[in-house]
């Protein structure tokens, strides 16, 4: 099919989705103070359709979205940067279990656009857009044949990287060339991103920094934005204050993650991980694009245009190894059963949401209980109730310790 006809029934089928949602019950959204370009949520709706059926990556789903992303690239002005025009491909095994050898060949593809300035270094800003298809592994719904839809995870990571790409072209940061890629196979190990650092389409570039947007789709009232990878480079802190946001923003410094940042971390790049929280439709059949802030989307990808603008002057930034990377590695034997709230700020960890039939759930923890004490361990943040399980076995009972309201609780857990 001609890809300008394609496309035009493509933006036709998103555009008529769009409204159609209209009508539909939404989240309250908050009122931005300039103009929320309508292209956010025509490209949320049209990648998570049920047209492309979870985009679980190697399949026609992925395929669809993948061109959608290179059309949206085109008609931003961005240049093709990719080994086959727009796009990057690569060979990858799709098994049941990704830890294991054996599996299905299939062919990925990233997707490479570039905005060039003439500049000595280049920028990169990331977003996967593959999901999980009718779910399996990965899924929190394991008998489920439910598309995936994946309208946080991550079409909204998508919408913001293009609304990024559509300010930076007017924008007068000029000191750093921009690379933009749409990376595939992000939700079976990092794959895209792992096969790109080491491609030339990375090492040709002097790479200065990586931005990575992944679920910044459930902005919530308190407008949390959870930024990690600040301890990457000593430049972050500072840029980061500088700027003038209604956005309340909770650093994180390790910079590694579930997510494609630490692909390019690995490779010894400063990276920044944006996130607007975890929520009960993650890895859900449920993660549908009526559940959006779209003003939210804006926001994290205007703030991502500030930072990128406040670092213009800033040359390379140095790089840095994290200190807490052996609690992000942390393996655990056992689980609480509970989703922790990854933007909320103070002592604890708030929960998200308490999931039934599980250990947390048994003992009479609620959504909203803020965890202070596990076992022997201070909870403090979200690496100690890491380090906490890591020392727990099947079988241990222990007590945890909460705070729920103006009250102090302790609930007997059982693994």
Not at 55 to 72: C, Q, V, W
Not at 233 to 256: C, F, M, Q, R, V
Not at 392 to 411: A, F, M, Y
Request: aromatic share 8%; with cysteine; hydrophobic share 40%.
């Amino acid at each position: 099919m001609d890809i300008t006809f394609k496309y035009a029934i493509s933006r036709l089928i998103a555009i008529t989705c769009v409204f159609a949602t209209c009508f539909l019950p939404s989240v309250a959204l908050a009122q931005s103070a300039d103009p929320v370009p309508q292209s956010i949520q025509v490209d949320v709706v049209y990648l998570s359709s049920d047209l492309l059926e979870g985009r679980e990556s190697g399949t026609r789903g992925a395929a669809l979205a993948s061109d959608y992303i290179a059309d949206r690239f085109k008609d931003l002005g961005l240049s093709p940067a990719g080994i086959d025009g727009w796009f990057q491909p690569f060979p990858f095994k799709k098994s049941v279990n990704p830890h294991s050898s054996d599996g299905e060949h299939r062919m990925g593809r990233n997707v490479v656009g570039f905005l060039g300035n003439g500049a000595r270094t280049t920028v990169v800003i990331g977003a996967h857009y593959d999901h999980l298809g009718y779910g399996g592994f990965g899924s929190r719904e394991p008998d489920s044949n439910e598309i995936h839809n994946g309208a946080d995870d991550n079409a909204s990571g998508v919408a913001g990287l293009l609304e990024i790409a559509r300010q930076l072209t007017a924008s007068g940061a000029r000191n750093n060339n921009y690379l933009f890629v749409a990376f595939s196979a992000e939700e079976l190990g990092l794959i895209g991103s792992k096969f790109f650092v080491n491609s030339d389409l990375r090492t040709d570039r002097e790479i200065n920094y990586m931005i990575n947007l992944d679920m910044v789709g459930r902005l919530n009232e308190s407008r949390a934005l959870a930024v990690s990878g600040t301890g990457t480079s000593p430049s972050w802190d500072a840029a980061l204050d500088a700027i003038e946001t209604d956005l309340a923003i909770n650093k994180h410094t390790s910079g590694l993650g579930p997510s494609d940042h630490a692909s390019f971390y690995l490779n010894d790049l400063p990276v920044l991980h944006l996130f607007t929280g975890q929520h009960e439709d993650y890895h859900k059949s449920g993660d549908d694009s009526q559940l959006i802030n779209y003003e939210g989307i804006f926001s994290v990808a205007s703030f991502s245009v500030d930072l990128i603008q406040e670092l213009n002057g800033e040359g390379s930034l140095a790089f840095e190894n994290t200190v807490d990377e052996s609690q992000t590695r942390t393996s655990f034997k056992v689980s609480l059963g509970v989703m922790p709230d990854y933007v909320s700020s103070g002592d604890g960890v708030r929960l998200d949401a308490v999931m039934d039939g599980r250990p947390g759930a048994a003992a009479g923890l609620v959504k909203g209980d803020i965890v202070i004490k596990l076992g022997d361990v201070d909870v403090s943040d979200i690496n100690a109730y890491m380090v906490a399980l890591s020392k727990l076995n099947e079988g241990d009972v222990v007590t945890v310790v909460i705070k729920r309201g103006d009250e102090t609780l302790e609930k007997i857990v059982r693994f």
